[in-house]
């Protein structure tokens, strides 16, 4: 890591993580447990706000990702596993950094100065900052062999403002090609899902969603492996296809390679159930 005495992150987890995707949420606190990084949830967190609130009231938008700002503490980093709820804290901090009136506000309503050495991180980020040899160390060709389609979704594509930030794409490859996993080279990696329009228009949704399964099978993957919860949903529910593949969190392709997520139930939430080719793959015991 780049500071090896940083081992405490403050955690965001967000309403997916929270709730539909709660095998993430466990995967990657299991994993980060296991290398010896520990997430301390923000106590009392709110939703950030994502599309819902972005969409239609400017200023409860700004207030909720804020709230959230103001229960980290100072001195550890804030530590993010949602694409969307990185992106509504991150345009947060920037919007209170440039404006006084906002940092009043933000004063007055919470009780305490913006935090302007606050450090928010995407969970990427902080893969990034890790030796994979050094904390994964028996976790290597734990995935030999096994096809996969890197879904990333298009939330870490930042709007022009943030457009200094990396994106971190590639770094799922980089990082599971390490643990013997292969990528599939295909033209969806990036392609938006849909996000929050499957609830009021999954007459759009559904055909997104399948042209990128399809795409992953046409490019002989095995599963696809998504950066984002809300994406990892729309592939379940909205995919119509006969033949579907099954879809994994990052997280979860993690904790296989560590050997942590045979036990915990996590694939029994998958409404594509995976288990079966984990197991042909050796990746997964039948009591799994």
Known sequence: MTDPAIHKYSYFPGCSLATTAKENNASMVAFCRKIGVELVELEDWNCCGSSSAHSIDSELAAALPARNLSLAPEGRPLLVACPSCLLRLRQAQLHLLQNKDQQ????????????????????????????????????????????????YGCMLARPPELRHEKNYYGLMEKVLTSLGASPVHWRFASRCCGTFLSVVRPDVVTPMVNSIVDGARQAGAECVITACAMCHLNLEVRCR??????????????????????????????????????????????NG
């Not at 893969?127 to 060709?141: G, H, K, Q, T």
């Open 104 to 151: 009043q506000w933000y004063q007055g309503t919470f009780d305490r100065p913006v935090d302007t050495q606050l450090e928010i991180l995407h969970f990427f980020e902080l893969l990034e900052r890790l030796d994979i040899s050094d904390v994964m160390p028996d976790a290597f060709e734990r995935l030999k062999g096994l096809r996969f389609a890197p879904y």
């Open 241 to 286: 296809l006969p033949d579907s593949v099954p879809i994994l969190h990052f997280s979860e392709a993690l904790s296989l390679a560590l050997g942590t997520a045979e036990s915990d139930g996590w694939f029994s939430r998958h409404l594509v159930d995976p288990r079966p080719m984990l197991e042909q793959r050796g990746l997964l015991h039948s």
